[in-house]
């Protein structure tokens, strides 16, 4: 059997933003988004998705926790799949003091274990800076127990929250899971890291992890998942460049098939400011 993953960061409802917009007419905007990307894990017949900066709106805290609310990016996702993969979720920080902003992973086949934890020193949600990852173990038939991260972490060089002090936590903890049955921990998302820098290198070079993608696209270590300019990037780069990775921890008996760039232009269609990654493996 094919077990395919799919990772994504969704931009917490900035796509087409115009000034004035309330609201309402912000989600009610976002609805073709929605709708293509459920629309194309129904025809890819995904197993898993990650999915970052899962965006809903502040004011609903009130009401209901995150992840209950209407506004819920991942939640319009999941209805739009027909309600066919379960989801967990949690949230890092406020984005843009609008949106209470996390990571949410969606399956098509049964969780049997769920957690989420910062990575972050600062684990307040008023610091943006601040990183919670959600966690899900997928029981995938004929596969065995496969352990998924979603993943969206900070910078390199950053003088708050280096990159490598939240990598270190996160592969503590995605030790701590593995264990007998596993046959598979994937760390998957948006990882602010740029292919061939020395983030990277610090993730593919220290005999933990593998680029699937890049064993899949030999040639294709400079792929880019983001354009010129994104939010977060402003003074970092000049180029396009790949920072978004499904990287899977070294002992797992998974093989990839294929590895895509998928929301662009010419495949899928633009969907966020990320293109995110489709993967397919195999036991």
Sequence with gaps: MAFGILTLNLHSY????????SIAERIRSHTPIFERIASTIIELDVDVVCLQEVGEWREELETRPYG???SNAARHIQQRTGNAYQLVQDWSHYAWNTWREGTAVLSKW?????????????QTKTW?????????QVDV????????????TGWWDDPDEPFQAQFDTLAAWADEEDGKGIVGTFLCGDFNIPAGSAGYTYVVGNGRYTDPYLQANPNGMYDATIGQHIDGWEGRQDDAQRIDYIFMKYGSHLKVQSANIIFTESRYGR???H?????????
């Design 14 to 21: 900035q796509e087409g933003k115009r000034d004035g917009d």
């Design 68 to 70: 209950q609310a209407a």
């Design 110 to 122: 049964p969780i049997r274990k769920s957690a989420s934890r910062y990575v972050t020193h600062n």
């Design 128 to 136: 943006w800076k601040s990183r919670n990852i959600t966690m899900a």
């Design 141 to 152: 038939p004929t596969i065995g127990l496969v352990n998924l991260f979603s993943v969206h």
């Design 271 to 273: 969907v966020s400011d």
């Design 275 to 283: 293109a995110g990654i489709y993967a397919v493996f195999s036991a």
